[in-house]
C-alpha cells in the first residue's frame, strides 16, 4: 500500500490509494481554514486491515501541514481521534 496522502480539493476529499486501483478516501465540506469530516471510506475488501486508521491519520498530518483545523463528524474519524492529545489543536470532536 502507498501510503501517501493526497488531498484533492476540487473533489472536497483526502485520498490514500490502495493495491489494485482501489481508493479510501475522506470526504470534507470546507468553510475558509476550516474542514468539517464528513465520511471515511475504505473499500469492503480491504477492511480490517488498518487501513481506516491509517487513512485517518495520514489525513489529519497533511491538515495539520496545510495549516487547517477540522471537525471531526463521521463516527469512524471520531472514534481515531477520541482523546488524541497530539490531534487536539486541529481537530474539535
Same mark, same amino acid.
Given at each position: 500500500?502507498?501510503?501517501? $496522502?493526497?488531498?484533492?480539493?476540487?473533489?472536497?476529499?483526502?485520498?490514500?490509494?490502495?493495491?489494485?486501483?482501489?481508493?479510501?478516501?475522506?470526504?470534507?465540506?470546507?468553510?475558509?481554514?476550516?474542514?468539517?469530516?464528513?465520511?471515511?471510506?475504505?473499500?469492503?475488501?480491504?477492511?480490517?486491515?488498518?487501513?481506516?486508521?491509517?487513512?485517518?491519520?495520514?489525513?489529519?498530518?497533511? $491538515?495539520?501541514?496545510?495549516?487547517?483545523?477540522?471537525?471531526?463528524?463521521?463516527?469512524?474519524?471520531?472514534?481515531?481521534?477520541?482523546?488524541?492529545?497530539?490531534?487536539?489543536?486541529? $481537530?474539535?470532536?
Amino acid at each position: 500500500m502507498n501510503e501517501k $496522502i493526497k488531498h484533492k480539493p476540487e473533489k472536497k476529499r483526502f485520498e490514500l490509494e490502495l493495491e489494485n486501483g482501489l481508493t479510501a478516501f475522506i470526504l470534507y465540506k470546507r468553510k475558509n481554514d476550516h474542514l468539517d469530516l464528513i465520511h471515511s471510506e475504505v473499500p469492503e475488501s480491504l477492511r480490517g486491515h488498518g487501513i481506516g486508521e491509517t487513512l485517518v491519520l495520514k489525513t489529519l498530518e497533511q $491538515i495539520e501541514k496545510e495549516g487547517l483545523t477540522a471537525t471531526a463528524y463521521c463516527p469512524y474519524i471520531k472514534a481515531v481521534v477520541l482523546g488524541s492529545e497530539k490531534w487536539k489543536n486541529i $481537530i474539535n470532536h
